[in-house]
């Protein structure tokens, strides 16, 4: 069984996770919180429901937030973009191709 999980960009413009080898981005968008006065960007993520990290292979995945305009490195992949502020900003994800496997 699979399912999808919602990660945010909360601590600047780059962003690690640790996710079970094979789970996918499926989407990019941005958000609201309750309260806030901007929108967050967020990524929602299809992996195995049933991984567990201390018996199944896990990678550390980097993702990047990079502005309309900034350059992109080379070695970065594109995930998507999110409008925010009500389409006052574009944010572009990308992927670091650098990608440290575990196995437990």
Not at 15 to 21: G, N
Not at 68 to 76: E, N, S
Not at 78 to 100: D, I, L, M, P
Request: proline share 2%; charged share 35%; no cysteine.
């Amino acid at each position: 069984m699979r399912e999808i999980w919602k990660y945010e960009f909360d601590d600047g413009l780059e962003k690690e996770i640790t996710l079970p080898i094979g789970a996918v981005v499926r989407h990019v968008d941005s958000q609201r919180k309750y309260g806030d006065i901007s929108d967050e960007v967020f990524m929602w993520i299809e992996l195995d429901a049933d991984w567990e990290v201390e018996s199944e292979g896990v990678e550390d995945r980097r993702f990047y937030l990079i502005a309309t305009g900034d350059r992109i490195p080379a070695d970065m992949k594109y995930v998507g973009t999110a409008k925010v502020n009500k389409g006052q900003e574009f944010w572009h994800v990308y992927e670091s191709n650098f990608t440290k496997r575990t196995t437990w």
